[in-house]
């Protein structure tokens, strides 16, 4: 016994790879169970539950044809007859179904659909089980699927045998059964009490006509067994909610006042028509309609921007496709559950810091309610999945996989995973016939939100006074994780293996909470998921009370309630919030094709022109002030200040996404480099307030080594990783020369070894190579006895950590250029070689230098591919020509001669004057990387005929793309606030150009 849960011990350590240690695991479970892995597991083997008798079947109600058509019903119909059997005299004493024969028929198919969706991996995984073991008959597949399906199931011995054995998967079928029967139950007593007020608050009046059917599944289920359902009568179709719809109505006398008020220059919004009880809702059916005229579509959208005001001021959020239908010029808000929300009280590290400030403002910020576009960044898909309420798209792949049914109707029946296509909504309004792109319109959105926005600015008491009284006393949902994390779960525990028993099936869902501290909303939500439900969460509009789905008050509180939420939001509106939240709304339309991006300049050649660059300070100090001016400020646990900032990310950038994220640390585009920036800029001005916010950039840094919680990443390189902290905390010890910073050096030093030893990665950017270069930096820069010592030993680490790279063939010697391949290591192995004159260091320089030049170089096209397995020839710093050249000049400035060198350098000049000047304006791959690069070539070979045209070349950059256009709408790149493609970056190249002040060569981390 102890033998075998200690095999299953094992097993679960596998289904939570988060957890270091069974220690670490028990402690979890015994929170939320008060129960170890190993006491749930032994429980689960002693209190094996009996299963209730099931021995009557679906013949009574469907013919064989129907059940022969139906997935698995043998096996779980008698189980639904205990429950159906008495529900046509329910129907007929409610006296409002025209045909019960026809709709129990239909309740029944979806009843069983319901039931075969829970059921059906564990009957694939018996009707296999049955194939192996020789008990099915026919000669074909089809003819033993039919076999097990309809004889083996109908089989007493062997059902019962099932239900002994998935005595859990059994239990939780009575339950659906009996749920989905008491909730048609309740649709159709509440609905024949209220006819007359659903015909006439609904149905402007028209008869109603009998109820002919019910469809569900039509969103996620909840509070056992409910969800949204349509009641389809004869003349017409009436939408019936489960819960109150007192939200629904008060949001409806919102956009009433919207509409006195004359607020949207008068357009005036549909209302919809609802009537509703303490328990439930009917609404009505919104028709999608096309837009009659061009006006409609500007109206529409217009609309749209008023929506988004208001759903703004309510901390609205998950307003998706889905829940927006295009009535002509009118956006019609289909469901309001997700209006007001909040988030709970729980535990949040340095929760006063600016990077959780910055966090708390992107969720307060119109970019969170879910109309705007949006990419999702899952997986390895091509095509970015888009969310937002007016994105339209006629299919889309799905981010997520979800289970295909494989082989079906036969006996290889099987399931795996796929991206599915997920078809496109009735959210995108139509012009004679053709989808309206919403960019088009984007200054219509934005119009309608500056209306809105503008009035409940101006009115501020009013509005907060009709709000406060409207939804006094509502029910609000809160949603405290998305739904694809339950339904993930959800899918899950579908597998057999969780359908034996309540406490296997509770130990997988247990994974809903490994990062959570509410152990009581963790308990509820494993309720609901143990019935393969979405947890459903609800609080009073004026109170940080939180109830589960069964009204019960939970210890948990939000942390606040949602209308001091609103209340407070209101209160700080100004003008200055308005058009950061307008940003919010043009970032999220904005969509750039590298043609849009590029500059279009030329390398100016025999240049003599004299440059005045006095103008390039001033627009440095333009760029410096307005990073002041949106720095969002924190205090960390330390109790020091700090800085952080949002902006557009270079990783969603590839993907043509600039929404706007927190700032990341590192010098590629985050704190580092901005911080980088700023500090030179104080070195140029001597204006401290550049240097205190350099410092407080540097604080989210330094507070991570201090509190050694490096584990968000393994990268060690010099602009991607620990060692561009390094590179940032290194300079503040070179010009502030403070022991904070110092004694922070030291520290972070310290911590090297062992992410050296865990590091994966081998280039400049991310990996090893950056390290040494950070460190040899250090090493040289800084005359400290104890630095030197620490670092020594870690450079030659680096080095062995690269040479076995280096001979077992891995990545670093498959690409050439600087910042991802070879280049990138060589300047800085001769450098290594220097201190000492190691022998084995030299070897590998040769090596590699070697190995570039074989492999690398093409003399007929003179330049230097990409890669060693496509002919591929770059522009940039990362990859190509500049990067190569940066090497060589590099090797230049180290004393390094060869026979080869000078060649190389010529050639390397020579392309990128000729193809590399014009693409963008960046420095990883743009104009102000390649530009600096040729300048660091001209100084290194004394020719001040090319300083002279590097001068020109920028000048021509600098007048027509920075002066006046460094930050206006066009400039994506201005939406990026770091150094390598972003305004920190532009900032430092001015500071360099200007030529007599000592800039630091970031580009090679000198």
């Given at each position: 016994m102890e033998d075998m849960i200690s095999y299953y011990e094992k097993c679960w350590m596998k289904l939570y790879p988060e957890m270091k240690s069974i220690e670490e695991l028990n402690t979890y479970l015994k929170k939320v169970f008060g129960k170890s892995l190993k006491e749930k597991l032994q429980n689960e083997r002693v209190e094996k539950v009996s299963v209730k008798e099931y021995n009557r079947n679906l013949k009574m109600f469907l013919d064989d044809n129907m059940l022969e058509n139906m997935r698995f019903s043998r096996f779980y119909g008698p189980i639904m007859v205990e429950y159906i059997e008495n529900l046509p005299k329910y129907i007929e004493k409610t006296m409002i179904v025209k045909n019960i024969k026809l709709f129990m028929e239909s309740m029944i198919l979806q009843l069983s659909d319901l039931m075969c969706s829970i059921a059906f991996r564990t009957m694939v995984f018996e009707i296999n089980n049955a194939k192996n073991k020789n008990l099915l008959k026919g000669e074909s597949p089809e003819e033993r699927y039919k076999y097990f399906n309809n004889e083996l199931l109908d089989d007493y011995q062997y059902r019962k045998s099932l239900y002994s054995e998935y005595c859990f998967l059994v239990e939780t079928l009575d339950e659906c059964a009996k749920n989905f029967v008491k909730y048609i139950e309740e649709i159709l007593v509440n609905t024949s009490k209220n006819m007359c007020r659903i015909q006439s608050d609904v149905?402007?009046?028209?008869?109603?006509?009998?109820?002919?059917?019910?469809?569900?599944?039509?969103?996620?289920?909840?509070?056992?067994?409910?969800?949204?359902?349509?009641l389809i009568f004869e003349n017409t179709i009436i939408y019936y909610k489960p819960r109150n719809s007192i939200i629904d109505n008060k949001f409806q006398s919102v956009l009433n006042l919207i509409n006195e008020k004359g607020i949207l220059s008068g357009r005036k919004y549909r209302v919809m028509n609802i009537h509703g009880t303490s328990e439930c809702g009917w609404f009505e059916n919104i028709k999608y309609e096309e837009c009659r005229s061009i006006d409609n579509v500007h109206d529409y959208y217009l609309k749209i921007g008023g929506l988004i005001g208001i759903l703004y001021f309510?901390?609205?959020?998950?307003?998706?496709?889905?829940?927006?239908?295009?009535?002509?010029?009118?956006?019609?808000?289909?469901?309001?559950?997700?209006?007001?929300?909040?988030?709970?009280?729980?535990k949040v590290f340095d929760e006063n810091s600016a990077y959780n400030n910055a966090i708390e403002y992107l969720k307060s910020s119109v970019q969170s309610i879910g109309i705007l576009p949006n990419k999702l960044h899952i997986g390895d898909l091509d095509d970015k999945y888009e969310t937002g309420g007016i994105v339209y798209k006629e299919k889309q792949v799905a981010p997520i996989k979800s289970?295909?049914?494989?082989?079906?109707?036969?006996?290889?029946?099987?399931?795996?995973?796929?991206?599915?296509?997920?078809?496109?909504?009735?959210?995108?309004?139509?012009?004679?016939?053709?989808?309206?792109?919403?960019?088009?319109?984007?200054?219509?959105?934005?119009?309608?939100?500056?209306?809105?926005?503008?009035?409940?600015?101006?009115?501020?008491?009013?509005?907060?006074?009709?709000?406060?009284?409207?939804?006094?006393?509502?029910?609000?949902?809160?949603?405290?994780?998305?739904?694809?994390?339950?339904?993930?779960?959800?899918?899950?525990?579908?597998?057999?293996?969780?359908?034996?028993?309540?406490?296997?099936?509770?130990?997988?869902?247990?994974?809903?909470?490994?990062?959570?501290?509410?152990?009581?909303?963790?308990?509820?939500e494993i309720r609901s998921l143990k019935r393969y439900e979405i947890p459903y969460f609800s609080a009073l509009f004026n109170e940080e009370k939180l109830f589960d789905e069964d009204e019960n008050v939970l210890e948990s509180r939000l942390i606040i309630s949602p209308q001091l939420l609103f209340r407070n939001k209101v209160c700080k509106a100004t003008e200055i919030d308005l058009n950061n939240q307008i940003d919010f709304i043009s970032i999220s339309f904005l969509s750039k094709n590298p043609e849009e991006l590029r500059t279009g300049i030329h390398y100016v050649e025999d240049a003599v022109e004299i440059i005045n660059t006095d103008s390039y300070l001033n627009v440095a100090k333009e760029i410096g002030d307005y990073l002041y001016s949106i720095a969002i400020i924190g205090e960390n646990q330390h109790g020091k200040s700090d800085a952080t900032w949002i902006g557009s990310a270079v990783s969603k950038i590839d993907v043509n996404d600039w929404t706007y994220s927190v700032s990341d640390l590192d010098l590629y585009n985050g704190n580092s480099g901005i911080a980088l920036f700023l500090l030179n800029l104080w070195k140029v001005t001597k204006d401290k307030k550049y240097l205190d916010l350099a410092i407080q950039a540097a604080e989210l840094i330094i507070s991570i080594i201090k509190n050694k919680t490096f584990n968000h990443s393994t990268l060690i390189g010099g602009f991607n990783g620990i060692g561009s902290y390094i590179y940032i905390i290194s300079k503040l010890v070179v010009n502030t020369n403070d022991e904070y910073f110092y004694s922070t050096l030291i520290e972070s030093i310290d911590l090297l070894e062992e992410r050296i030893e865990a590091a994966s990665e081998m280039d400049l950017v991310a990996g090893a190579s950056g390290m040494l270069a950070v460190l040899l930096n250090v090493y040289s820069e800084i005359d400290d006895k104890l630095i030197k010592e620490k670092v020594k030993p870690l450079l030659y680490m680096l080095f062995y950590k690269i040479q076995e790279n280096v001979k077992s063939g891995g990545k670093l010697i498959r690409y050439s250029g600087f910042g991802h391949g070879i280049a990138g290591c060589i300047p800085y192995l001769y450098k290594l070689y220097l201190i000492d004159e190691n022998r084995e260091v030299?070897?590998?320089?040769?090596?590699?230098?070697?190995?570039?030049?074989?492999?690398?170089?093409?003399?007929?096209?003179?330049?230097?591919?990409?890669?060693?397995?496509?002919?591929?020839?770059?522009?940039?710093?990362?990859?190509?020509?500049?990067?190569?050249?940066?090497?060589?000049?590099?090797?230049?400035?180290?004393?390094?001669?060869?026979?080869?060198?000078?060649?190389?350098?010529?050639?390397?000049?020579?392309?990128?004057?000729?193809?590399?000047?014009?693409?963008?304006?960046?420095?990883?791959?743009?104009?102000?990387?390649?530009?600096?690069?040729?300048?660091?070539?001209?100084?290194?070979?004394?020719?001040?005929?090319?300083?002279?045209?590097?001068?020109?070349?920028?000048?021509?950059?600098?007048?027509?793309?920075?002066?006046?256009?460094?930050?206006?709408?066009?400039?994506?790149?201005?939406?990026?606030?770091?150094?390598?493609?972003?305004?920190?970056?532009?900032?430092?190249?001015?500071?360099?150009?200007?030529?007599?002040?000592?800039?630091?060569?970031?580009?090679?981390?000198?």
């Open positions: 149905n402007s009046n028209i008869e109603l006509g009998k109820l002919i059917n019910i469809e569900f599944a039509l969103g996620d289920t909840h509070c056992r067994g409910k969800s949204v359902a349509k309510f901390n609205a959020t998950d307003f998706h496709h889905e829940n927006i239908i295009a009535c002509a010029e009118n956006p019609m808000l289909i469901d309001l559950e997700s209006i007001f929300s909040v988030e709970m009280k729980s289970l295909k049914v494989v082989n079906d109707a036969s006996d290889g029946i099987r399931t795996e995973l796929v991206n599915s296509i997920i078809e496109g909504n009735l959210n995108a309004p139509k012009y004679n016939g053709n989808i309206i792109n919403p960019k088009e319109y984007v200054e219509d959105i934005k119009e309608g939100f500056r209306l809105v926005y503008k009035w409940i600015l101006g009115n501020k008491k009013e509005f907060i006074e009709f709000v406060e009284t409207s939804f006094s006393e509502t029910k609000i949902r809160i949603i405290l994780k998305p739904t694809f994390m339950y339904a993930q779960i959800n899918s899950i525990a579908k597998h057999p293996n969780f359908m034996s028993s309540e406490d296997e099936n509770e130990l997988i869902n247990a994974r809903i909470g490994i990062y959570a501290d509410n152990i009581d909303i963790i308990k509820s030299y070897q590998l320089f040769s090596e590699l230098l070697s190995y570039e030049r074989d492999h690398f170089y093409s003399k007929e096209e003179k330049d230097w591919v990409m890669s060693d397995d496509e002919v591929n020839y770059s522009k940039a710093w990362c990859h190509g020509a500049p990067g190569i050249l940066l090497e060589k000049i590099i090797l230049k400035e180290l004393g390094y001669e060869d026979e080869y060198l000078d060649q190389e350098i010529k050639v390397a000049l020579n392309n990128i004057k000729k193809k590399c000047i014009g693409n963008n304006i960046v420095y990883c791959h743009g104009d102000i990387g390649n530009l600096d690069i040729i300048q660091y070539a001209a100084k290194i070979s004394k020719d001040e005929k090319m300083i002279k045209e590097c001068s020109n070349t920028y000048d021509k950059l600098f007048q027509l793309h920075i002066k006046n256009n460094w930050n206006s709408e066009a400039s994506a790149y201005s939406k990026c606030k770091g150094i390598m493609v972003g305004v920190s970056g532009i900032g430092l190249s001015l500071l360099r150009m200007i030529n007599k002040y000592d800039i630091d060569d970031f580009l090679w981390l000198s």
